[in-house]
Nanobody, 131 residues
Framework: QLQLVESGGGLVQPGGSLRLSCVAS????????IGWFRQAPGKEREGISC????????LYANSVKGRFTISRDNAKNTAYLEMNTLKPEDTAIYYC????????????????????????WGQGAQVTVSS
């Protein structure tokens, strides 16, 4: 059974940092593109970052570029999202997901993996940025 479990969420003050982890079980993560998505109350799900199986391609949404860093350790079957300079608008439930083949949606300002291509999803981790 394919399973992804996120951890590392919590409450942090504006300007602070958090590191989310996504551990896979039941399958080998190294074959999959990993995506991080988030959904805030009353808003649509947003793709914020994704990383290719080898880690050579990393995409970021404009809303997090320069503040968030995606990485992976295939030997540990784990992916990470390092979040720095957090803002109140980063408050959301954060999900990791895995896709064997993830297409990119390219606009004038950014490229991001298409969420519909991700077949395995974690349960989500709450991130709250508030003073």
């Amino acid at each position: 059974q394919l399973q992804l479990v996120e951890s590392g969420g919590g409450l942090v003050q504006p300007g602070g940092s958090l590191r989310l982890s996504c551990v896979a079980s039941g399958f080998t993560l190294e074959r999959y593109t990993i995506g991080w998505f988030r959904q805030a109350p009353g808003k649509e799900r947003e793709g914020i970052s994704c990383i290719s199986p080898s880690g050579g391609i990393r995409l970021y949404a404009n809303s997090v570029k320069g503040r968030f860093t995606i990485s992976r350790d295939n030997a540990k079957n784990t992916a990470y999202l390092e979040m720095n300079t957090l803002k109140p608008e980063d408050t959301a439930i954060y999900y990791c997901a895995a896709a064997l083949r993830a297409r990119q949606e390219v606009t004038n300002t950014q490229a991001m993996c298409i969420s519909e291509d991700f077949s395995s999803w974690g349960q989500g981790a709450q991130v709250t940025v508030s003073s």
